[in-house]
């Protein structure tokens, strides 16, 4: 039987995520700026959704856009993530999630590179797991 992610109840899920990780991906949290174990991150590699595993973003996308949050101009399938329209905090954002889970990821702006496509997938680092691969793997 497979479980359906989506519908673990929050203790489940504590039971699952650090204190950070379960604010971000089921609280919809954002972790400080320029905090994140991710940001700065260089090394290839596959970066993975920290409540299921599965892969949202690849080290090709990766930037730095000086946000302080990882950068990626484009998620490694489009079909690994949902975007939604975000009205808190007085704005209007466009929120991605993991489509498999349904953790909060971050938003997706459209001030990333032009010759990129021109989004910037602004993820926190705690909703993240890092895969590295090839020569100089961790």
């Known amino acids: 039987m497979t479980i359906d992610l ?54 090709d996308a990766k930037y730095d856009s000086g946000c302080g949050w990882p950068a990626f101009t484009a998620p490694a399938d489009g079909s690994k993530i949902d975007e939604h329209r975000d009205l808190s905090h007085g704005m209007i954002r466009t929120e991605v999630t993991c489509a498999k889970c349904a953790g909060h990821l971050g938003h997706v702006f459209p001030d990333g590179p032009r010759e990129a496509g021109g989004l910037r997938y602004c993820i926190n680092s705690a909703a993240l797991e890092f895969e590295p691969r090839g020569e100089g793997a961790e």
């Open 6 to 59: 989506k519908n673990l109840s929050a203790a489940e899920w504590r039971e699952k995520l650090s204190p950070e990780q379960f604010h971000i991906l089921r609280e919809k949290g954002t972790e400080r700026a320029f905090t994140g174990k991710y940001d700065k991150n260089k090394a290839a590699g596959e970066y993975r959704c920290a409540g299921c595993g599965e892969t949202l973003f690849v080290s």
